[in-house]
């Protein structure tokens, strides 16, 4: 029968099944990094998922034998397929970071439990000719360590962003983690350097790499605090890529080498471009040198003025330009929706509105982006904060909502600051700023803003989306 | 054998870089999660393993593989789609 599924030049249907899926998946990649062709990549990746997913159930074969257990495969495939649809289309907006997290930690366990379930079948034959010390081992064990370490990084990750688990920060942290990652290299040269029969005399060791690399995985996440979790989910998500294609090697699997490594690779990248927004290094963030104490704070100095929603509502309506800079405040009160009716209003008394959005607002860089358009702001009027700050001193009022890091002039002013080099909103430069917050608290950053005591701010104190209603009610009463 | 996996693996992260390199900050959210779903392609490994299980042990850990994988395939894919979506209806 082989015959059948052979083509003239040698190459499977299985092969070129696979070599479209690989092109679907760049096409797609390439497609959903432009605006406009975004959904229909990841439209095309998700149909060559599908390809490859319906060829290797058809025609893969190992050892001359077809894939078994087609009715247990396809129930597994209709439970996660059930399940995965529910959450993503249930989850609120807001908490699309977690989502990604869970998402790929599931990725992560399924690259692990593969490699706990090859380990001890490695084929006699290849362990008399080379012993342990093999690529196909490596591969195996590799797989395991990188997709547990991402599976529980990401379980934590999604734990902290849903504020379920809070930061750990000890200095002795840094050492702890090299040293339980220079344990399991040692786990893995170990077992390379085994003389054994069968590799199933070696399988409680996997298990108790298993064990370390969760413990890893965890240790690595806890110190990373809030506004670096986006860095994070990244770098996890191409650990995941990573493992996937370790059981590419594994399988000698190409569809599954080229989906993982491209993943691997571009997620190393988008890494870096979120690191660069921020104006960190991604050494930086592992090691966790941001926030919490150690800095000098300039202190509070001045007093902080407070406005009244009639007069805000006064002010708001008299002005010609409006710029609206929100933050993760704004999402957490679910206020988009409200906020957007505020910018109709003015809108409809002739005043020009627009958002400022600064590339790491929200969660997650564009996270801000899908929550507004989630509200049907208009595209068009968010601005990217380079394109905007210089607009800005011809901007009567700039409302900042629920953002804090973002407008501190401390990223200009301040060399000892932590976030000194960030590219900010240049929110001192309007002439009238509101801030809307709901107490003194500091940002994600920990540190103080003095754009609150600046002479042209005014503070508005309350939930986001409470003070946004009883603001929208103001204007209209007029 | 190995090889051509390291050709491939080679071409591979330099379309990685090329791909996405110039993405605007704004798709950064939805590009990371449809690169989520991708890695999702663990999904094959779950199959090929499970397609040749033989003790119940090892069905039921690749039971649990395949499901784990088509949470991340199709949770990755679904979500980002929703994600996009709402950048359509803009007008």
New interface residues.
């Given amino acids: 029968m082989d015959h059948l599924s052979q083509l003239n030049t040698g190459i499977s249907i299985l092969e070129l099944t696979y070599i479209v899926a690989s092109v679907l998946f760049i096409i797609g990649l390439n497609k959903l990094s432009h605006p406009l062709t975004a959904r229909r990549g990841n439209t095309l990746a998700a149909s060559g998922m599908g390809l490859a997913i319906i060829a290797t159930i058809l025609f893969h074969q190992k050892d001359g034998k077809p894939i078994g257990n087609i009715g247990l495969i396809l129930t597994a495939i209709v439970i996660g397929t059930i399940i995965g649809w529910i959450i993503a289309r249930r989850v609120k907006m807001t908490a699309m970071p977690q989502l990604v997290s869970f998402f790929n930690g599931m990725g992560g366990a399924a690259a692990a439990l593969i490699s706990m379930m090859e380990f001890p079948h490695i084929s006699p034959e290849l362990i008399a000719k080379s012993g342990m010390a093999n690529g196909h081992v490596l591969a195996i064990l590799l797989g395991l360590v990188i997709g547990t370490v991402s599976w529980a990084g990401s379980m934590i990750a999604f734990g902290k962003l849903d504020g379920k688990i809070g930061d750990m920060r000890v200095k002795a942290m840094k050492y702890v983690n090299l040293s339980v990652l220079a344990v399991l290299i040692g786990f893995i040269v170990y077992i390379m350097s085994r003389n054994v029969q069968a590799s199933s005399e070696l399988t409680p060791l996997i298990y108790v790499m298993f064990v370390i690399s969760v413990i890893y995985g965890v240790l690595f996440v806890m110190p990373i605090g809030g506004a670096d979790m986006p860095v994070v989910i990244s770098l996890l998500n191409s650990f995941t890529g990573v493992a996937a294609a370790m059981g590419g090697f594994l399988y000698n699997n190409q569809v599954m080498l080229t989906g993982g490594i491209l993943v691997g690779s571009a997620g190393t990248i988008l890494t870096i471009l979120m690191c660069r927004a921020m104006n960190r290094s991604l050494l930086n963030v592992i090691v966790g040198v941001f926030g919490g104490g150690g800095q000098t704070n300039i202190g509070a100095t001045g007093t902080v003025k407070e406005i009244s929603l009639t007069d805000a509502a006064v002010l708001l309506s008299y002005s010609k330009k409006v710029v609206i800079v929100p933050g993760y405040g704004l999402a957490v009160a679910q206020a988009q929706h409200i906020c957007h009716e505020l910018d109709k209003l003015l809108g409809e008394k002739g005043v020009e509105v627009k958002y400022a959005i600064h590339p790491v607002a929200g969660r997650m860089p564009g996270h801000m982006n899908v929550l507004l358009a989630e509200a049907d702001v208009p595209y068009e009027q968010l601005i990217e904060s380079d394109e905007i700050n210089p607009d800005l001193p011809n901007t009567d009022v700039l409302v900042v909502i629920g953002a804090n890091d973002v407008v501190n002039p401390a990223a200009e002013d301040d060399p000892s600051s932590p976030i000194y080099g960030m590219p900010i909103i240049k929110a001192r430069d309007a002439r009238n700023i509101i801030v809307m917050k709901r107490g003194m608290g500091k940002g994600y950053a920990a540190i103080e803003n003095m754009l609150f005591f600046n002479d042209k701010t005014r503070m508005l104190f309350g939930d986001a989306k409470s003070t946004l209603q009883n603001l929208v009610n103001e204007i209209k009463s007029l | 054998?190995?090889r051509e996996?390291i050709f491939?693996?080679i071409l591979?992260?330099?379309?990685?870089?090329e791909?996405?390199?110039?993405?605007?900050?704004?798709?950064?959210?939805?590009?990371?999660?449809?690169?989520?779903?991708?890695?999702?392609?663990?999904?094959?490994?779950?199959?090929?393993?499970?397609?040749?299980?033989e003790t119940t042990g090892?069905?039921i850990?690749?039971?649990?593989?395949?499901?784990?994988?088509?949470?991340?395939?199709?949770?990755?894919?679904?979500?980002?789609?929703?994600?996009?979506?709402?950048?359509?209806?803009?007008?």
């Fill in positions: 054998m190995h996996a491939i693996v591979s992260i330099f379309l990685g870089i791909v996405i390199s110039h993405v605007p900050a704004i798709l950064h959210t939805p590009l990371m999660s449809g690169a989520n779903a991708i890695h999702g392609v663990v999904i094959i490994g779950a199959i090929i393993v499970m397609g040749h299980a090892s069905m850990l690749g039971f649990l593989a395949v499901v784990l994988g088509t949470l991340n395939v199709v949770g990755g894919f679904v979500v980002t789609d929703r994600m996009l979506e709402m950048f359509k209806k803009k007008k």
